[in-house]
Structures are given as structure tokens and as C-alpha cells.
């Protein structure tokens, strides 16, 4: 080391020791600290995590997304493997992520934002996180984690299979994963074991996914119900009968209504053939 780098590492370690007794003083010292420490350092990757981490456990904390200046080194080249195993720059990590997701654009070209910021050893390292957000009650957050773990080969066929048909049954952006989710469908109209296979994940569910029963393009919903009406019918008709037998009281669901657009579905197939004529008698005649 130089006598000038000697000197910022023996600095820095003063002030960190300091700070971590003194956690009061943390927001201002060490944005201070930061801005006078030369990011060419070798020593500024593990500074700059230490200072995000000290940063989040201080008091009224900034989000997570306005530490990635700290962390943004460790996230890259050599030091991915090693500080992306922490929870804590994965954390900043996917909060930044979230925090480009509404101008990244999509496909290859989103991929590409993302990589040239976050390197593939750490979002190798986030695929648990990312698992998660698939999971997540915002489209744009679902469809980002979606098309990270796909384009790295990390979902299995079931899973992505799944994901497609949730993602046409969740209200649907047009884009990438749309075209992806309608020719799936498409193909599932000539195998009914593989339709019989994804209705039994579908079908654990707590709440069947039907935000689409109630797109407000009327227009669109009705292509699409057309589309799971020719090729996946087993849906609609298992989430009529399930919604027949909550309101009449046949089956208990300790968590409550299944089929939270029943309503909407009921208007939207009556007088069509999209449902078996039984089905749908059954529920022109219920009050809901």
C-alpha cells in the first residue's frame, strides 16, 4: 500500500469501530467518510458494505435502493462470488433492481441493464430472492423475476409452466412473457395430462388467480377467455365449481372466498358456451 492508502484504511477502521458504539452518529459521519474515500481503493468494496450495513441498523434508515452506491463494487467482476453471499447486498441489491424495473424495458434488452449493474454471480446468489418476488402481489416485480430466472435457466419446466398460466390468469401485460403465456396455452390444448398436472397446482392454491375475470378491457378478457375456454377448460370449470361451492355452502375454506371474481366471470360467460351448459345454470341462478 501507498503511505495515502495506509493511511485511509487505518482512518476508516477508527471511524467504523467508533461508529459501531455509536450508532446515533452513523448517518452523517459516514456519508462524510464516504465521500472522501477514493473508490479506486481495493479496501472501498468491503468499506462500502460495511458503511450500507451500518447504515441500514441506524436510526430512521434510508430504503435500501439509496445504499447501492456503497455496495455497487461488491456486486461486480471479482467480488460478486464473495460479498453477494451476504443478505445485506443482496438486499440493496434487489432493491435497486426494483427500484430500475419501470425503465428497464423488457426481453434481452432489460437483461442487458440489469448485467451491465448486477453481475451474473449475483443474481446466481439472489435466485431465492428472486423466487420469492414471483410471488409478489405487483406485476412488474412478478414478470422482472420472472424473465431473470428464466433467461439463466433456473426455473424448472413446472415452474415456468405455472408462472405462464397465472401470469394470462393475473391480468396480463401484452410484452415478452405474454407472447411466451399464449403460445403455452395454446400448446396445452393437445395434452390433457399436462392440463390435469398444472390444475392440481392451481387448484392448492388458497385463492385461485382470476384478476383476469375482472380486466377492465372487456375486450382482451373476452380473447383470453376464449383461449382458456379452448385450451385449458378444466380451469374455468373447476373455478365455477368452487365458486358454486362456497356460496352454497357445500365445501369450507377456512380462508375464506376462493373465487374473489366469481361475479365477474358469471357476467362475462353469460350466454356463451364457455362453460358446460350445467355450469352454467347453476350459476345464472346464483346471488352473489
Not at 401485460?173 to 390435469?196: C, I, M, P, S, T
Request: proline residues 6%; hydrophobic residues 40%; aromatic residues 10%.
Amino acid at each position: 500500500m501507498h503511505v495515502s492508502e495506509i493511511f485511509q484504511f487505518r482512518r476508516n477502521q477508527y471511524v467504523l469501530v467508533y461508529l459501531q458504539a455509536n450508532p446515533e452518529a452513523r448517518k452523517e459521519a459516514l456519508t462524510a467518510l464516504w465521500n472522501t474515500t477514493p473508490q479506486e481503493m481495493g479496501s472501498s468494496v468491503e468499506l462500502g458494505t460495511k458503511f450500507a450495513e451500518l447504515l441500514q441498523t441506524s436510526e430512521n434508515p434510508p430504503p435500501d435502493a439509496a445504499l447501492w452506491p456503497y455496495i455497487k463494487r461488491a456486486t461486480a467482476g471479482k467480488f460478486a462470488p464473495i460479498y453477494c453471499m451476504r443478505s445485506s447486498v443482496r438486499q440493496i441489491s434487489l432493491a435497486y433492481l426494483l427500484s430500475m424495473a419501470p425503465k428497464l424495458g423488457e426481453g434481452p434488452e432489460a437483461r442487458a441493464k440489469i448485467e451491465k449493474e448486477i453481475s451474473s454471480d449475483c443474481l446466481k446468489a439472489m435466485g431465492q430472492e428472486l423466487r420469492d418476488l414471483m410471488n409478489s402481489g405487483d406485476k412488474s416485480r412478478r414478470e422482472l423475476a420472472f424473465l431473470l430466472l428464466d433467461s439463466r435457466g433456473e426455473l424448472s419446466p413446472e415452474e415456468r409452466e405455472l408462472y405462464l398460466v397465472e401470469f394470462l390468469l393475473r391480468g396480463p401485460v401484452v410484452g415478452e412473457v405474454f407472447n411466451q403465456a399464449w403460445n403455452l396455452l395454446k400448446a396445452l390444448g393437445q395434452d390433457f395430462k399436462h392440463r390435469q398436472a398444472l390444475l392440481g397446482k392451481l387448484a392448492s392454491q388458497s385463492y385461485l388467480p382470476d384478476a383476469l375475470f375482472a380486466a377492465a378491457d372487456s375486450k382482451k378478457r373476452d380473447i383470453l377467455l376464449e383461449l382458456f375456454a379452448k385450451n385449458f377448460p378444466e380451469y374455468l370449470a373447476h373455478y365455477a365449481r368452487t365458486c358454486l361451492d362456497y356460496y352454497k355452502g357445500l365445501k369450507e375454506f377456512p380462508e375464506g372466498n376462493p373465487t374473489m371474481h366469481c361475479k365477474e366471470l358469471k357476467a362475462a360467460t353469460k350466454g356463451t358456451k364457455l362453460l358446460s351448459p350445467t355450469l352454467l345454470k347453476e350459476l345464472s341462478t346464483l346471488k352473489i
